[in-house]
C-alpha cells in the first residue's frame, strides 16, 4: 500500500533541487512493510530541532487518522447561528 506524506524542505531541497519533488514516491526506512512507500503530497517548512541558525532535519510527515475528530474553535462578533451555517457549507 502506497501512502501519503509531506516532506520538510530540507530534505526536498537535497534530493529535488529543481523544486519537483511533488509526486514523488519515497521508500521510508523506518515503517513498517505495508508502509513502506508514500507519495510526496506537500512540501513544508523545514523544523529546526536543534538551533534556530541550523537548516532543519530531513522529516516526512503522515496525515492524521480519519478515525480522529478535528475541531475547530471559531471566535466570532455577531449572530453565531449564522457564522455556524457558514462554516458548515464549507
Do not use: C, N
Amino acid at each position: 500500500m502506497v501512502g501519503t506524506v509531506s516532506a520538510g524542505y530540507t530534505g526536498t531541497e537535497r534530493f529535488w533541487p529543481a523544486g519537483d519533488a511533488i509526486g514523488q514516491r519515497i521508500m521510508k526506512a523506518d515503517s513498517s512493510d505495508d508502509e513502506r512507500m508514500a507519495t510526496i503530497v506537500g512540501v513544508v517548512e523545514s523544523v529546526r530541532h536543534d538551533a534556530l541558525e541550523s537548516k532543519g532535519r530531513m522529516a516526512t510527515y503522515k496525515p492524521r487518522l480519519s478515525a480522529y475528530r478535528t475541531y475547530l474553535v471559531v471566535s466570532t462578533v455577531g449572530d453565531l447561528e449564522a457564522w455556524q451555517i457558514r462554516l458548515r457549507m464549507r
